[in-house]
């Protein structure tokens, strides 16, 4: 058996869903994501995270985390590419990118490596985001390193995850993406990107509902 085929073997992905909308053009495209998927609808953030971290370091078959959030379209060969990533690149993290809202297109939801890493939430004024024509412009390759991403279907091996909080950058809350642009740089692991892995991003199309929370699995891998 060669190195990749029994890489595969133990290749155990779990995607994780934090979703208190209900977006049918998302929705719609986890039916292409042929993996098992935790799924936690109608929680706070902060709530839907930690249920997340705990289900993740209980079952120990996972070898990695995917980070999925509601707003963003998954289609299946971008969501693969990314697999691929971390399985045959070894990346310990990487992302997609998406636009940072339907009225943005062209800016993209990550900002260069030196980008300010300090206070509560990102520089979210428009030149420290990537962009497609303007400064910063988002780079020609495929692969490349960046400061903080909006977590595009974020894919983490367990060694790393295991080293984070998995909390938010407000004293727990809101920003889980960029508290882990922080921790991560703390720790020296680069945030990879693939930047032919594109997703939609629908974050104005409804606002979050977090009453009558609750949470199922969704399993599709099975052997």
Same mark, same amino acid.
């Given at each position: 058996?060669?190195?990749?085929?029994?890489?595969?073997?133990?290749?155990?992905?779990?995607?994780? #869903?934090?979703?208190?909308?209900?977006?049918?053009?998302?929705?719609?495209?986890?039916?292409?994501?042929?993996?098992?998927?935790?799924?936690?609808?109608?929680? !706070?953030?902060?709530?839907?995270?930690?249920?997340?971290?705990?289900?993740?370091? &209980?079952?120990?078959?996972?070898?990695?985390?995917?980070?999925?959030?509601?707003?963003?379209?998954?289609?299946?060969?971008?969501?693969?590419?990314?697999?691929?990533?971390?399985?045959?690149?070894?990346?310990?993290?990487?992302?997609?990118?998406?636009?940072?809202?339907?009225?943005?297109?062209?800016?993209?939801?990550?900002? !260069?490596?030196?980008?300010?890493?300090?206070?509560?939430?990102?520089?979210?004024?428009?030149?420290?985001?990537? #962009?497609?024509?303007?400064?910063?412009?988002?780079?020609?390759?495929?692969?490349?390193?960046?400061?903080?991403?909006?977590?595009?279907?974020?894919?983490?091996?367990?060694?790393?995850? &295991?080293?984070?909080?998995?909390?938010?950058?407000?004293?727990?809350?809101?920003?889980?993406?960029?508290? #882990?642009?922080?921790?991560?740089?703390?720790?020296?692991?680069?945030?990879?990107?693939?930047?032919?892995?594109?997703?939609?991003? #629908?974050?104005?199309?409804?606002?979050?509902?977090?009453?009558?929370?609750?949470?199922?699995?969704?399993?599709?891998?099975?052997?």
């Amino acid at each position: 058996m060669g190195d990749r085929e029994l890489s595969l073997e133990i290749f155990n992905p779990l995607f994780f #869903m934090p979703s208190p909308r209900n977006i049918p053009e998302v929705l719609e495209s986890w039916k292409n994501i042929h993996h098992d998927k935790f799924i936690v609808k109608h929680k !706070p953030q902060k709530e839907a995270y930690a249920e997340a971290k705990e289900v993740f370091l &209980e079952h120990k078959e996972y070898t990695h985390l995917v980070i999925c959030p509601d707003d963003l379209v998954l289609t299946e060969e971008e969501v693969e590419s990314l697999l691929d990533d971390a399985l045959i690149e070894e990346f310990r993290v990487v992302d997609g990118i998406c636009n940072l809202d339907e009225s943005d297109p062209d800016t993209w939801s990550i900002q !260069p490596l030196g980008c300010k890493l300090t206070g509560n939430k990102p520089d979210v004024h428009h030149g420290a985001w990537y #962009m497609t024509d303007k400064k910063p412009k988002l780079p020609d390759e495929m692969w490349i390193k960046v400061g903080h991403s909006g977590c595009a279907c974020r894919v983490i091996n367990r060694e790393t995850f &295991e080293k984070l909080s998995f909390t938010g950058a407000n004293n727990g809350e809101g920003w889980f993406d960029y508290q #882990m642009s922080k921790e991560l740089k703390e720790l020296g692991i680069p945030i990879w990107i693939n930047t032919h892995c594109k997703f939609w991003h #629908m974050r104005n199309n409804q606002k979050p509902q977090t009453q009558n929370g609750f949470s199922y699995w969704s399993k599709e891998n099975i052997s």
